[in-house]
């Protein structure tokens, strides 16, 4: 989850590395990768947006091209609030479609503003989570503004999800932007 019109870094980011990861194999065979925002936006204009950040930097295979087709008919896009148990329910929905009864596995990256993670949370994991294989989330860091905002944080993310469910990364951007704010 990305809010794609405020964070344009993040949709060239996220999508050229799934790609890469994709180009390398390193992906199961059937796996779709769906944006979900507030931005209105079709499958077809996420695809055309994403398209024009794809590159084949890690070697000159022939089959880049070919490559890239594949990846980008595996992306899909859902427009929705972060708080809307209605909208990740319809986004379930479209997940359902994509897994057509085989196991799956679910990932949520949260790449939003911190004082929304709970809320998003909350509705994926009462409305989106895997039924038949597991359900995971990562939050992109901050995580917190001290260590007694953090634990609070954590407590939150526990009504919803298990410990062994929940992954923070780093992330620069709010390096960055931390540094504007000083």
């Not at 295979?61 to 594949?70: A, F, I, L, W």
């Not at 634990?151 to 410990?163: M, P």
Request: hydrophobic share 35%; charged share 30%; proline share 2%.
């Amino acid at each position: 989850m990305a809010d794609f019109k405020e964070k344009r870094w993040c949709r060239r980011r996220y999508f050229l590395h799934f790609f890469a990861l994709y180009y390398e194999g390193c992906l199961p065979e059937h796996f779709t990768v769906f944006g979900y925002a507030r931005s209105k936006m079709t499958d077809a204009e996420l695809r055309t947006m994403v398209s024009k950040t794809l590159t084949c930097r890690i070697d000159k295979r022939e089959n880049c091209g070919e490559k890239m087709e594949e990846f980008l008919n595996r992306c899909f896009y859902h427009c929705g609030q972060y708080d809307s148990q209605e909208h990740f329910g319809e986004l379930d929905k479209k997940l359902k479609e994509q897994e057509a009864g085989r196991v799956s596995n679910r990932l949520f990256y949260l790449s939003i503003p911190p004082n929304i993670f709970i809320d998003a949370v909350k509705c994926a994991s009462l409305s989106a989570s895997a039924a038949n294989g597991w359900t995971r989330v990562i939050v992109e860091k901050p995580f917190g503004r001290d260590s007694e905002s953090s634990a609070a944080l954590t407590k939150a993310l526990k009504q919803y999800l298990e410990e062994d469910q929940i992954f923070r990364c780093f992330s620069l951007y709010w390096i960055w932007l931390s540094s504007l704010n000083e």
